[in-house]
């Protein structure tokens, strides 16, 4: 998933002296053929540095390496060695379930005490669940939407579902008014914050609010906008105007005292935009959406819904002794790493590691990834191989191609390679490899890989793309099953839509590799 970083990166670049692929590389024996080599020798990469692993699974032959054992920037390309370790460690059929707990005593319907929502780690709490049981997950979802403008689209199920399924419960078990507050425990691990985003156990409709704006029917005329989901943690002050229809969309959403203003255009005759805020404080927010959920469900509680609650919440301990008075539980697993995997749904990768650590009784991210690199570790991997930070693929995470390549074929004899292999976008058909390929060209559909890409700030230009990686398992014409990983790190950029390029780019070595081989 594109994602800009929040602060400075310094520069580890290896400058080339030459402007080929062969001079400003490192391969081995297995050279570069000349249609890939094409690709990385232009212009746009000048001052960028590649890495290159190509296998054959079946052989075990290398067919290309560029900087086999140099290590590169992950980018998302993380998310195949986090979603990887939980498939390992939790397991494909694992469930997540949300309780609710009443902290007092019920005589005739009244609760005298507090209802306690306690975050269990379901990433979709039910906002995403198709009747079949399996996750809504589209092209360009909506938590890609401020980085995608105009791409996102919203999924058309309830992002409340869990929480109105939870207050049903609430009710048929005979609770009609809450004297005392909701509130809500997170405290399943440590608070953690990466890239600015709360990484919570406890997540409704990905911890955003989702903001549509539609277009007027003239230049200068006020757009209409909506907000979902509808609730009083938030009131909206729209100000985006429409703009020419040759001009970009440009929108501000800022917050100030649950107040959240818009602020921009968007060109005239566009489809609706989708655009989002991220939610600081997502346990307030459930409270809220949790306290709404009740209402609609006839249960009343007597607390302010917005305002900050004053009551304390019980030691955990006491709470998981207790008997939950409703539960809600999620897909499996499998389905979670779907989502995180096709989309790149960074707050998801992120959680990984730390239920890791909540599994082993631990309840911090440094628990969960050394949990995480037990995992590597036993598929051979080492310091000198990987280093991780994160489930997502922040700056910190870097790998070498050749240990990409190595652990991707160790994975073909993991039980649960099928289901990983199923989650990750499909060469020119879905997730984040999409439209990456044009119409029509033969290697569509043959690969299954993860995509990465971190952009920064620049020092000589205003951005720096900083990784734009691809790592995954592709199916030849000639029928041989390859594992690869393709790396681009440091390499200055004048504009943002160079990302769209390299993009293309990658997915064209892609294509080469498959005819080619």
């Keep these: 998933m594109l994602r800009r970083t929040r602060r400075t990166v310094t520069v580890a670049a290896i400058v080339c002296v030459a402007t080929s692929v062969a001079a400003c590389t490192a391969t081995s024996d297995a050279d570069v053929p000349p249609t890939i080599a094409a690709i990385m020798d232009q212009p746009l990469y000048d001052g960028g540095r590649w890495g290159m692993s190509v296998i054959d699974i079946d052989s075990g032959e290398t067919l290309i390496a560029v900087n086999p054992d140099d290590q590169f920037l992950t980018g998302s390309t993380a998310k195949v060695l986090s979603v990887t370790a939980a498939l390992d460690l939790l397991g494909a059929d694992a469930t997540f379930t949300t309780p609710v707990i009443a902290a007092g005593t019920v005589g005739n319907g009244i609760l005298e005490g507090d209802l306690i929502l306690r975050g269990s780690g379901d990433l979709t709490l039910g906002g995403r669940t198709l009747p079949d049981g399996t996750l809504d997950v589209p092209i360009f979802d909506h938590y890609d939407a401020n980085v995608l403008p105009g791409l996102a689209t919203l999924t058309p199920e309830d992002p409340?579902?869990?929480?109105?399924?939870?207050?049903?419960?609430?009710?048929?078990?005979?609770?009609?008014?809450?004297?005392?507050?909701?509130?809500?425990?997170?405290?399943?691990?440590?608070?953690?914050?990466?890239?600015?985003?709360?990484?919570?156990?406890i997540v409704v409709n990905d911890n955003l609010v989702d903001i549509v704006f539609t277009p007027g029917q003239e230049v200068g005329d006020p757009t209409t906008a909506r907000s979902r989901p509808e609730t009083a943690a938030y009131s909206l002050a729209n100000r985006v105007s429409t703009a020419d229809a040759d001009s970009g969309i440009d929108i501000t959403i800022t917050e100030r005292d649950g107040i959240l203003t818009a602020t921009g255009t968007i060109p005239l005759g566009v489809d609706p935009v989708v655009q989002t805020y991220q939610v600081p404080e997502p346990a307030a927010w459930a409270r809220t959406l949790f306290i709404e959920a009740l209402a609609r469900a006839g249960v009343t509680v007597e607390a302010d819904p917005v305002s900050p609650s004053s009551a304390t919440l019980p030691p955990s301990s006491e709470l998981d002794q207790a008997t939950p008075i409703a539960t809600f539980t999620s897909p499996p697993f499998s389905e979670t790493a779907r989502l995180i995997n096709k989309v790149s749904h960074n707050l998801g990768a992120n959680q990984l590691p730390l239920l890791l650590a909540v599994q082993e009784g631990e309840r911090t991210l440094?628990?969960?990834?050394?949990?995480?690199?037990?995992?590597?570790?036993?598929?051979?991997?080492?310091p000198d191989d990987v280093v991780i930070a994160d489930g997502q693929g922040l700056p910190g995470n870097r790998i070498t191609?050749?240990?990409?390549?190595?652990?991707?074929?160790?994975?073909?004899?993991?039980?649960?390679?099928?289901t990983f292999l199923e989650s990750t976008p499909i060469l020119g058909v879905d997730g984040s490899l999409a439209n990456v390929l044009p119409e029509g060209d033969p290697a569509i559909g043959s690969a299954h890989a993860k995509t990465g890409t971190l952009v920064g700030p620049g020092t000589d230009t205003p951005y720096l793309l900083e990784t734009k990686a691809l790592a995954g398992y592709l199916d030849a014409a000639s029928g041989r099953h390859l594992a690869f990983a393709v790396f681009v790190n440091d390499v200055?950029?004048?504009e943002v839509q160079a990302v769209l390029q390299a993009n293309a780019d990658l997915g064209a070595i892609a294509s080469q590799l498959f005819q080619l081989y």
């Design 492 to 494: 200055p950029i004048t």
């Design 366 to 382: 440094e628990a969960g990834l050394a949990r995480q690199m037990s995992v590597l570790e036993a598929a051979g991997l080492g």
């Design 160 to 201: 409340l579902t869990g929480l109105d399924d939870l207050a049903q419960q609430v009710a048929v078990s005979g609770i009609r008014t809450v004297t005392g507050d909701v509130l809500v425990d997170d405290r399943l691990w440590d608070p953690v914050v990466l890239d600015g985003v709360p990484i919570s156990p």
């Design 401 to 418: 191609p050749a240990a990409m390549t190595s652990y991707l074929v160790s994975l073909t004899g993991a039980p649960y390679f099928t």
